[in-house]
């Protein structure tokens, strides 16, 4: 932890603004309310350090320095946010994973649409041939939509089975049989002249 001058701090706090609406883990938001960067993230000059990027700035104050490689993640998902308990060091890799790209988003829910847990015994993995998740499902939903697929299928089979039952028997006729339907009309046709 490095030593921090008050007058610092409340150069720093100045442009701090605590968040009515924006909570990580019961704590507010400690929102940036002065200048951001282009990615978004809050900024202040301190002393001759390159970084200016405020977070990292309180993060060292605070928590500690920022072990080589890491970056910090913002558990709350706000970029400007300052409050040091809403930041992780993690690595690129973890961060780019927890951010906000479709992917990174739907690895975050921990329920499906329907509200199922993504439990291990719930969840198929679906993976790239990198080895990367692709998608996951829940088995609940994902059972339960074959289960009706499959249900319609048989429905619509058996409803087409009996629309084209009569041309499918004819089809499969050996000569034999259609010989012998032949003959049926044919003296079915003659008992109807013989009617007449
Ligand atoms: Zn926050
Ligand atoms: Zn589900």
Not at 33 to 62: D, M, P, V
Request: glycine letters at 6%.
């Amino acid at each position: 932890m490095s030593h921090v001058s008050t007058k610092d701090l409340i150069r720093f706090f100045a442009k701090v603004e605590v968040s009515k609406t924006s909570f990580y883990n019961g704590s507010p938001c400690w929102e940036w309310a002065a200048c951001l960067n282009r990615g978004g993230y809050g900024q202040f000059k301190y002393k001759r350090e390159t970084s200016l990027a405020a977070h990292r700035r309180i993060y060292q104050w605070f928590v500690g320095t920022i072990p080589d490689g890491l970056e910090l993640d913002h558990l709350c998902r706000v970029r400007h946010c300052v409050n040091p308990a809403h930041l992780e060091a993690v690595t690129h890799r973890e961060n780019g994973l927890r951010g906000q790209s479709p992917v990174a988003l739907a690895a975050q829910q921990t329920h499906c649409a329907n509200g199922h847990p993504f439990t291990p015994e719930n969840t198929y993995i679906f993976r790239k041939a990198s080895g990367e998740i692709r998608q996951r499902a829940c088995k609940i939903c994902t059972r339960a939509y074959r289960a009706k697929s499959a249900a319609r299928r048989r429905a619509y089979s058996k409803e087409y089975w009996a629309a084209n039952r009569e041309r499918f028997l004819l089809a499969n006729l050996t000569d034999e049989q259609r010989a012998h339907r032949r003959n049926i009309k044919a003296k079915s046709k003659a008992k109807g002249r013989k009617a007449a």
